[in-house]
């Protein structure tokens, strides 16, 4: 019913002119105005738009967490993985196991074999074991990114070091949180990154 009220009125905006012209009976030629018309267009689908959007926010926030990022996944356009080339040189083929556990992954389908309880004594899922120090999967997705990025650096950029030790601290004044040990090091340094010869770390 509210889908029909608003396409009625938007079609009552598009077609004002020809309304009026056909209740007034005019016997001179009718000559739309075309920039009106497509102002009036662009406007009823600004409507729509918005009234989708909180039609899907208010499904969203309504049904609950594991279901609301079900349907919040599924209306995404972003799942190029699904339909891009098996190319082995860009790591894009995967296994009969791997493909199944990204399905049910972007879908928040439990994993068939995965333990209740993680080996650190914490209840095992998903994002547990994103997060979880044990065993070193971070560490490991963590520097992944850290050598990809800098293989990509050395190309564009100079003086390319992976995790360079900083200046030891001297009294200085540092804002809350800051690491204070000597021996910290960032991911990446490398010289030309925003300006020419400027040295920037990451």
Known sequence: MELAETEYNCSRNINED????????????????????????????KIKTEQEQQKKFFILNTCGEGLGRQIALASEKGASWLTSLPLKSCGFILSKQEFNDS?????????????????????NSID????????????????HLRDTLSNLLVVVCKDVVKEPSLLPISNEDLPSGTTLKNDTRLDISCRGFYTPM???FL
């Open 128 to 143: 547990h074991s994103l997060i979880c120090k044990l065993g070193g999967y971070t560490s490991l997705r963590h520097n």
């Open 198 to 200: 400027d040295w920037t």
């Open 18 to 45: 020809l309304i009026g012209a056909i209740v007034e009976n005019s016997l001179n030629p009718f000559l739309p105005d075309i920039n009106k018309i497509s102002k009036a267009k662009l406007q009823s689908k």
């Open 103 to 123: 399905i049910k992954i972007r879908y928040n389908i439990k994993l068939d074999g995965l333990s209740i309880d993680c080996a650190c004594g914490n209840p």
